[in-house]
Nanobody, 123 residues
Framework: EVQLAESGGGLVQAGGSLRLSCTAS????????VGWFRQAPGKEREGVSC????????YYTDSVKGRFTISRDNAKNTVYLQMNDLKPEDTAVYYC????????????????WGQGTQVTVSS
């Protein structure tokens, strides 16, 4: 099991930016695909973005395409989610998750999860 820790959340005005970080405590981090998910109050957990082990493949849900960018630094055991032009509807708890297989936006396919970081976008 991979232990993951998110950071970088906070309160920002609409149109602003945040960069989330997901740091893993495992030597073989480069073997894992990492996804970002979010969950707003009263809503199901939603796949936001995903990056595979080599960073050659990534996934974005339609609502964040062109605004969010996922990247990874395997030397630092960290995956980043750069979020630009934030909107109030982006408000949610953001989680990162890891798995050994291909990239997917399906939460149930990820076995390791962080505790989440709150992102709040004011209008």
């Amino acid at each position: 099991e991979v232990q993951l820790a998110e950071s970088g959340g906070g309160l920002v005005q609409a149109g602003g930016s945040l960069r989330l970080s997901c740091t893993a405590s495992i030597f073989t981090f480069a073997e894992y695909t990492v996804g970002w998910f979010r969950q707003a109050p009263g809503k199901e957990r939603e796949g936001v973005s995903c990056i595979n082990r080599s960073a050659r493949s990534s996934y974005y849900t339609d609502s964040v395409k062109g605004r969010f960018t996922i990247s990874r630094d395997n030397a630092k055991n960290t995956v980043y989610l750069q979020m630009n032009d934030l909107k109030p509807e982006d408000t949610a708890v953001y989680y990162c998750a890891a798995r050994r297989d291909y990239c997917t936006g399906t939460a149930s396919l990820f076995g390791s999860w962080g505790q989440g970081t709150q992102v709040t976008v004011s209008s």
